[in-house]
């Protein structure tokens, strides 16, 4: 049993001190997954990497996490995280959304003027959306989407998480993808 394993499972037994020995351990992983996450976000976040860990860090061991989780492993750990790091992004989405943020808006500094493509919210929401039907449909595809492109795992290191060989990871990625381009291209069809 590794030692991030061996802290989760203090932390679901009620260790109070766990909870501080388990960021250390996994800090830099999760710091480096998220800013691959941030990447593919567009410029001008008001959220960065750095919140992005601490806030989904938070919400999964912190003193007011939603319920007390029990971790299997580590693999199922930094699922869980990222997990929590895309309900965070959608939750900003939303929140920019609305019309007291700004709504439709956009902010633009005239010395930071970028040409890069931007991508709608409602694009996220429709992303969002078709994530939560594949999940429904099958829960592995979504959490091979979520490890890959939310966290930036390679398909050997989510092989490894999973418990399965990279080319069943690889090959059920290529499903998902199908799945969601399905989806996102004709929502209104089951």
Known sequence: ?????QVLSAIEHGDPAAAAQLLPLVYDELRKLAAAKMAHEKPGQTLDATA??????????????????QWDSRGHFFAAAAEAMRRILVENARRKGRIRHGGGLERVEIDELSFSVQ???EDVMAVHEALDNLERADADAAKIVKLHYFLGLSFEEIARLLGMSERTAYRTWSYARAWLYTHLANPAEP
């Open 1 to 5: 049993m590794t030692e991030v394993t």
């Open 52 to 69: 992005l860990v601490h806030e989904a860090y938070l919400r999964l061991v912190g003193p007011n996490a939603d319920q007390p989780q």
């Open 119 to 121: 991508v709608p919210d």
